[in-house]
């Protein structure tokens, strides 16, 4: 959504080295290096991170709730994906 | 038909305790007391910034400086955290912001009384702050998602303002006479002002009723009050102080306080605008905004011609 | 007087006067997100007045405290450069203020972290971090104003016009000074003139603004010799110490 405070970005950050990115909130800013700047001053204030990232929340595209039945219950039957599915001896100990 | 499906959906959600998230079906009611209550509680916030703001210039120590703007700054942020929660109901920052400027959007009423010392810093940190902390560790479980992820995040960073407000009064309560006539002065002009932010009685509350049943409020005006009154009486008493209230009496039958109800003509009046500080309040707000139109057009301005230049 | 002393709180002074000019926009800022922003610079920079005013009272010796120094002196004892009292003014003024100093900072704490001293090295080492984001944050708003809408062009020039003249004096040096620089305590600072003007005007031209003409620069300030702006912003910091001078806070 734009208007005359800019449009909106979602924020990301990293809290520490090799976690990932996790969305802590939106700001509103005209143009990408103010994005990143305000993420910064707004949502780093207490070390809450040592990375960023922001995007156009227009350039977002979200699943719908009405989605919720066919997107993911038919993950919910494919136990083949998960390790324990799978009968390993015993005496080969840990796989 | 299958609105009353969509109905049931949302009932459900809302008795297993599921938060409602923007995507969701909602009724238009909830939806409109979501955007009245969320903005409200934002521009509680920004207006905020103004009584506390107004001694920032003249705080009397370098720390009490440095902690001051970093609370302030702090509401300004809980009021943008606020803003894009709103957002997310599908309104505007414009309009939010034009609702406000025009006076067709409340604030909390007690930010349209003066801070006239710097006792005032403290009995707001201690006092404001700690009723409004009341009020938003109940909404960390609001039902509405971006309302309660907003609030859980304001708590977190809110919880060093009460103790930084009270660690004021205590320095004036045990600092020299004057010092301690100003920590007075203060308590007895914010009590009952601070009262009034849970809201009026629950019998006379016309929007309490449904915030409980959608679960956007979870304890009602009446029993946030008595809490902040149980918690508060020790704490003015350890200053030496007294509440300005002939009627507080500890009430061993209820393990809690009796007091005296806040003035709700008073309340009422201060509402409708003609609070102490509400031209002021809303005037400098409108300024703020009006001054900085060029300097959004400026960026708005860059912002195009920057991205034209990568385009060509 | 002790040498290191005064210069500690010549440093000490323009930190703390800009940062209670930068505290009168928090809350008034022309929009949220840059009213936080903004706030953030003025913290940094409290944080650095009172490091080393904290250093210049241990220096001085004479049981003063950082708080004495700040609320206690009037303004012909203040010793910051003329450019940091100048009022807020538009957002424009605010900003070119603001880069201005920010630039010379930079440069300067860089060769301060080198210093001998160590608490002067130590302070200019953690102040490098916060003016790099200053430069950073003033740079880019001198951009948008200069390249933005006309109004915002013509502002910004008016504020560099207006407030060239006091940009002269961050590159004084005095006797006091010029015996730190031979103990490897203070930084020459007429040798960082060159390196700060090219970065102000690589800067205004990139944002399509120009550097004034006129070269007079006005001084004074490392005399007490100041604008009028400054007893009156002394004034209103220093009201409550003043009202009641046997009270803690």
């Not at chain 3, 800009?18 to 009213?35: I, K, N, V, Y």
Request: proline content about 4%; charged content about 25%; glycine content about 6%.
């Amino acid at each position: 959504m734009s208007d005359s405070q800019g449009p909106l970005w979602e924020v990301f950050v990293q809290k520490k080295a090799g976690q990932p990115f996790v969305h802590c909130g939106s700001l509103h800013a005209f143009d990408k290096e103010m994005a990143l700047q305000n993420a910064r001053d707004l949502y780093t204030r207490r070390n809450e991170g040592m990375a960023l990232w922001v995007v156009p929340s227009s350039a977002i595209t979200a699943s719908s709730p009405e989605d919720m039945g066919s997107f993911f219950e038919p993950a919910n039957d494919k136990v083949y994906r998960h390790p324990t599915f799978y009968q390993i001896p015993d005496a080969i100990g840990h796989m | 038909m299958e609105n009353k499906t969509y109905e049931d959906l949302f009932e459900a959600k809302l008795a297993k305790n599921e938060m409602i998230e923007p995507k969701d079906w909602m009724p238009e009611n909830y939806r409109k007391h979501l955007i009245r209550q969320v903005s409200q509680h934002a521009h509680s916030e920004i207006v905020g910034m103004l009584p506390e703001g107004n001694w920032i210039t003249r705080a009397p120590s370098l720390r009490a400086k440095k902690v001051l703007l970093a609370k302030v700054q702090d509401e300004g942020g809980h009021g943008l955290y606020l803003y894009t929660a709103a957002e997310t109901l599908g309104i505007s920052r414009d309009e939010l912001l034009d609702n406000l400027h025009t006076g067709k959007a409340k604030y909390s009423s007690i930010f349209n009384y003066p801070t006239l010392t710097w006792a005032d810093i403290g009995a707001i940190g201690w006092l404001v702050d700690g009723a409004a902390i009341m009020n938003q560790v109940m909404l960390q479980r609001t039902s509405y998602g971006p309302y309660a992820r907003a609030m859980v995040r304001i708590c977190k960073e809110e919880s060093f303002h009460q103790r930084q407000g009270y660690e004021i009064m205590t320095h004036l309560a045990f600092g020299t006479p004057e010092q301690k006539a100003m920590a007075q002065d203060a308590i007895n002009r914010w009590w009952f002002p601070t009262m009034m932010m849970f809201g009026p009685p629950d019998a006379e509350s016309p929007n309490s009723e449904n915030a409980m049943k959608w679960r956007i409020k979870r304890e009602t005006n009446d029993q946030l009050r008595q809490r902040f009154v149980n918690q508060t009486v020790p704490q003015v008493e350890y200053l030496g102080l007294t509440v300005p209230d002939p009627n507080l009496k500890w009430n061993e039958a209820k393990k809690g306080y009796d007091f005296s109800e806040p003035d709700w003509t008073e309340f009422k009046n201060v509402i409708s605008g003609n609070g102490p500080c509400n031209k002021e309040r809303l005037g400098a707000r409108v300024k703020a905004h009006k001054d900085g139109a060029w300097v959004r057009e400026a960026a708005a301005a860059y912002a195009k011609k920057q991205n034209q230049s990568i385009a060509a | 007087m002790n040498n290191l002393f005064v210069y500690t709180l010549r440093l000490a002074d323009n930190s703390l006067v800009l940062a209670q000019r930068l505290s009168e926009w928090t809350g008034h800022g022309p929009f949220l997100e840059e009213d936080l922003a903004l706030t953030n610079v003025a913290l940094d920079t409290f944080g650095t007045a009172t490091s080393l005013l904290e250093y210049a009272a241990q220096v001085e010796g004479k049981g003063r405290s950082a708080d004495d120094l700040a609320y206690f002196r009037h303004e012909r004892e203040y010793t910051n450069v003329l450019l940091v009292e100048q009022p807020n003014g538009d957002y424009a003024k605010t900003i070119i203020r603001q880069a201005f100093v920010d630039h010379f900072n930079l440069l300067l704490y860089t060769e301060l972290a080198k210093s001998k001293d160590e608490t002067i090295a130590g302070i200019a080492q953690k102040a490098i971090k916060e003016v790099t984001y200053h430069v950073r944050h003033s740079s880019s708003w001198v951009l948008r104003f200069g390249d933005g809408t006309e109004e915002s062009h013509n502002r910004a020039q008016e504020a560099v016009n207006e407030l060239w003249r006091f940009t002269g004096e961050l590159f004084e040096m005095d006797e006091v000074e010029n015996n730190l620089v031979k103990e490897g305590i203070s930084v020459n600072t007429s040798l960082l003139k060159e390196k700060w003007e090219k970065q102000i005007t690589d800067l205004l031209t990139k944002a399509t603004l120009k550097k004034p003409e006129s070269s007079f620069m006005q001084s004074g300030g490392r005399k007490g010799m100041h604008t009028e702006h400054l007893g009156y912003l002394l004034s209103e910091m220093q009201t409550v110490p003043r009202m009641y001078p046997n009270a803690k806070w």
